[in-house]
């Protein structure tokens, strides 16, 4: 591993991942395309990532940005969006990422996926993860699969989206509350990426990357209260009135916080099967939720301030 292009590397994944790389003995360039470089540059990356503006979706765009180096890591994904946008960016992606990398002569692929992926689930979004690694894995290039559970860390979408919900709503109702996950720490994905691109005997594989723990959805919330300083009731919704909330929300404008196809994706348990390399197969041992989200969620500043 020298250089690296890293798709998706200005997102909550790809920036960890980038400082991991840029601090590693044997990169020597990473890549990272963005369609608004200056705002990529203000998230955090390390000042030795070269920021290119290009529109990974543009065959002709991705070939250019692919040459000249020896790995790829493809983190793009989405968690809401129509049929036809899941498609195009977790299927007509890697699809467009093999082309280019045949093309080009590179055939490094680390791709990181999601842990319950099939191609026959409802759900829009784990029916199309299935569908894109099953097209870079037929794609006759050294392809290292990555299927982690739901990823936590400083910058999350998940605890601290509970946490500020549950800041200022006197209860939360909450649809899918017994779904269960086995949470994973952004630095353990990020390491497990690093590991993959620096031993080419991990190509070929998948691994799953899970955290020591599983917990409900209900569990999680709870958690994100009391860690934050603002435990409140969880109310479990029915599934009928769990499915008209995330209707609604779906419609709302903006990023939405629920939809229907997130339920469809929590039926299937969010856990690691056992039956494939896990995270202790590359010597990293998974951090805990608990050594790690207490602090950034504010409970040491939050008990500090009750107690002064």
Not at 256 to 284: E, F, H, W, Y
């Amino acid at each position: 591993m020298n250089k690296v292009l890293v798709l998706g590397g200005t997102g909550f994944v790809g920036r960890s991942l980038c400082a991991l790389i840029a601090a590693s003995d044997g990169a020597t360039g990473i890549t990272v395309p963005s369609r608004r470089p200056a705002q990529a540059r203000q998230r955090g990356l390390p000042p030795s990532a070269t920021v290119v503006r290009a529109d990974v979706h543009d065959p002709v765009q991705l070939a250019g940005l692919v040459e000249g180096h020896d790995a790829v890591v493809n983190l793009v994904a989405i968690l809401h969006g129509s049929e036809a946008e899941f498609v195009r960016t977790h299927v007509a992606l890697p699809r467009t990422l093999a082309g280019a990398c045949r093309s080009k002569g590179v055939r490094r692929i680390v791709h990181v996926s999601a842990l319950g992926v099939d191609s026959a689930q409802p759900s829009r979004y784990l029916r199309s993860k299935a569908e894109g690694e099953a097209v870079l894995q037929g794609a006759d290039l050294d392809v290292t699969v990555l299927r982690p559970s739901v990823i936590y860390g400083q910058h999350d979408r998940f605890m601290n989206l509970f946490a500020r919900l549950l800041r200022f709503a006197p209860m939360l109702p909450l649809a899918s509350a017994d779904a269960r996950f086995q949470p994973v720490w952004v630095e353990d994905v990020a390491r497990a990426i690093l590991v993959c691109l620096e031993r080419p005997e991990t190509a070929g594989q998948t691994f799953e990357c899970a955290g020591p723990e599983v917990f409900t959805l209900r569990e999680l919330v709870k958690l994100a209260g009391r860690w934050s300083g603002h435990e409140r009731p969880v109310i479990a919704l029915p599934p009928a009135v769990g499915t008209l909330q995330a209707a609604v929300m779906e419609r709302l404008p903006g990023e939405p916080l629920m939809s229907r196809d997130n339920l469809q994706s929590m039926k299937t348990p969010n856990v690691a099967s056992g039956r494939l390399p896990s995270l202790a197969d590359m010597g990293i041992r998974a951090a805990a939720l608990g050594a790690v989200a207490p602090e950034y969620l504010g409970a040491d500043r939050v008990r500090a301030g009750t107690q002064s």
